[in-house]
């Protein structure tokens, strides 16, 4: 048997809605899909919880007794999809995201350690070395709540374990990150050229402890995604891997949301904000300020300030219509030198306010 000690199980999300397939140049075909599914009514404005079942699958063509290793995953998610790391513990426990050895052990140790931070499941497939006919099937996942980045884009921390690959058996940490809708998920490289070849996800499914991690809304009728794998070879002569990305076409989703565009209440959207990237200390700078009304309802009293290092500036914008947006100009005075993180705030009576973070340079 090979020596599987320092195998990773890469096992990442792709999330394509419906399905479709794509013909590698060298020797594979790749295929995935999704399938979201209510827990209940769905909204036109309000993310309400949803089961989310992902698959993705890399195919030899007939004949080929090789298969390339999956070196990336980048998820293109629906625009009204996301998880949400409010409803379960964080798991703080390094279960080998630090120490890849913390893998390697059942998956019952590793969720005793966490156990109220599970948010989904899974399964996978490998290839040993590579080769078609070592197909390895049992392999079984669970996604961890890993909190936020500094950013505030949700994390998962996976956990791959297979009793079979090794005597005593072999485990693997993966961690994903879901940034500006693309869930980017971390494949490692595998030993001797071994490769995954399926794997599937569903969160929350049946063992995520928070029937609220996904949610979405229905806001236009559809659900529009796509997926970019990367498969990869190992070139043993530069110690480098020969990648190639293979692209999903897009694919949808039909939804039907209840309510009006915001469900009968006032909400606004994130604002764009629209002026000078440098400015003298001391002096002001003008930028333009627009913010849309998402909601079904007037929103009324509504106002945008800037506020940051040595930053001052508002302006009061009034009542906005529902789905129409308004644009005022917002003068910002800059007192301190250097790179300023100014926060452009839209608040207005009985909405949730938003807010945009603008670099600016102050010399």
């Known amino acids: 048997m090979i020596n599987l000690k320092r195998y990773l199980i890469p096992v990442a999300a792709s999330l394509v809605l419906g399905a479709s397939t794509v013909s590698a140049a060298t020797a594979e075909t790749v295929s995935s899909k999704t399938e979201i599914k209510p827990r209940g009514g769905l909204s036109k404005s309000e993310r309400r919880p949803v089961d989310v079942h992902l698959e993705a699958r890399v195919t030899a063509d007939p004949g080929a007794t090789k298969i390339r290793e999956l070196v990336n995953a980048k998820l293109n998610l629906p625009k009204d999809l996301t998880f949400s790391t409010k409803g379960t513990e964080v798991c703080r426990k390094d279960i080998g995201q630090g120490n890849p050895e913390n893998a390697n052990r059942p998956t019952e140790a590793v969720v005793a350690e966490c156990p109220n931070s599970v948010v989904g499941g899974g399964t996978a497939v490998i290839h040993v070395a590579g080769l078609v006919a070592s197909a390895v099937k049992d392999p079984v996942l669970t996604v961890f709540n890993g909190g936020e980045d500094k950013s505030g884009n949700p994390i998962l921390l996976i956990h791959g374990y297979s009793a079979s690959v090794l005597p005593g058996g072999h485990g693997v940490p993966m961690k994903g990150v879901l940034r500006n809708g693309v869930l980017d998920v971390s494949v490692p490289t595998l030993a001797a050229n071994s490769a995954v070849s399926e794997f599937t996800f569903d969160l929350p499914g049946k063992v995520g402890k928070d029937p609220k991690y996904s949610l979405a809304k229905c806001s236009s009728g559809q659900w529009v995604s796509n997926a970019v794998l990367t498969l990869g070879t190992y070139n043993s002569n530069t110690g480098t891997y020969i990648k190639e990305d293979l692209a999903t076409a897009k694919t949808t989703q039909e939804c039907k949301g209840s309510g009006s565009s915001g469900g009968g209440k006032a909400a606004i959207a994130v604002p764009k904000v629209k002026g000078p990237g440098m400015v003298r200390a001391g002096?002001?700078?003008?930028?333009?300020?627009?913010?849309?009304?998402?909601?079904?309802?007037?929103?009324?009293?509504?106002?945008?300030?800037?506020?940051?290092?040595?930053?001052?500036?508002?302006?009061?914008?009034?009542?906005?219509?529902?789905?129409?947006?308004?644009?005022?100009?917002?003068?910002?005075?800059?007192?301190?030198?250097?790179?300023?993180?100014?926060?452009?705030?839209?608040?207005?009576k009985a909405v949730k306010a938003k807010t945009k973070i603008f670099k600016v340079k102050v010399k």
């Open 283 to 348: 002096k002001r700078g003008t930028y333009k300020v627009t913010i849309k009304n998402i909601g079904g309802r007037p929103v009324k009293g509504l106002k945008v300030s800037a506020t940051g290092r040595g930053v001052k500036g508002a302006r009061a914008v009034g009542t906005v219509k529902a789905g129409r947006s308004a644009t005022t100009k917002v003068k910002v005075r800059f007192a301190k030198r250097g790179t300023i993180k100014v926060k452009f705030k839209a608040a207005g």
